[in-house]
């Protein structure tokens, strides 16, 4: 009678502790996904809204001096061509755990947007929105597009993704080691995790910047090719 009952507590443990996990997976998989494609909607939402709102070309004027990013806020859109014509993620300020899941993260020790030096970026491989899930596809060559509203900056990968420790912050100086650069000039750093579902190595893609335009001379051709 005693083993019957120990088999049937420990039967109905095993299948508790299986509800929670698939539970679990569940909210990696699915629910973690739904509310970040609604918080990155959300801030392209603003961003488009606020740039909408004010002047986007001021060339004839001299530039005033830029103001420093707003740690958590978007300043910028990403679109990935390679990725699909739809992919299109906001860029915020910073690289906490809250920021990362509204969408990529702006690494604030490094350059800005378009500026020389190298502008770095962060996101998650998997769930939040999996934005760099295809990372692995990017090539030599594939336009990464940005606009703050007032220009669109086209960078274009310079090689396949390079697979390193989490420890190897070298990736990020001014002019990265491994990048293949050699002399100071306006680069771009992609960052993720991998494996695709784990975290205990990280890919790096790098880009220079190709080009740039007015917002108000329309969308750059290398979003469409």
Not at 13 to 28: E, K, M, N, P, R
Not at 34 to 39: C, E, I, M, S, T
Not at 85 to 104: E, I, M, N, S, Y
Not at 203 to 209: E, G, N, Q, R, V
């Amino acid at each position: 009678m005693r083993i019957r009952l120990v088999v049937r507590t420990l039967s109905e443990l095993c299948v508790t502790a299986g509800t929670l996990i698939l539970l679990f997976v569940v909210y990696l998989l699915f629910w973690t996904g739904v509310r970040a494609d609604q918080a990155m909607d959300g801030e392209i939402d603003h961003l488009q809204d606020r740039w909408a709102a004010g002047p986007v070309a001021a060339a004839e004027r001299p530039a005033p001096r830029p103001r420093p990013y707003e740690s958590g806020g978007s300043f910028a859109i990403m679109y990935i061509p390679r990725f699909g014509a739809d992919w299109a993620k906001p860029v915020l300020q910073g690289t906490a755990t809250a920021t990362l899941r509204k969408g990529l993260g702006h690494y604030a020790n490094t350059a800005r947007l378009g500026a020389t030096g190298n502008f770095a970026v962060a996101g998650h491989r998997r769930t939040y929105g999996d934005p760099f899930k295809d990372f692995p596809r990017l090539r030599p060559g594939d336009a990464v597009v940005l606009s703050d509203g007032t220009t669109w900056y086209t960078y274009r990968i310079t090689g396949r993704p390079y697979r390193t420790l989490p420890a190897d912050v070298g990736v990020l100086d001014p002019v990265p080691r491994a990048s293949g650069f050699r002399r100071p000039g306006r680069y771009l750093t992609l960052t993720t995790c991998e494996p695709e579902w784990g975290h205990s190595h990280r890919l790096i893609a790098w880009a220079h910047l190709d080009a740039t335009q007015s917002v108000a001379q329309g969308k750059p051709k290398a979003l469409y090719s």
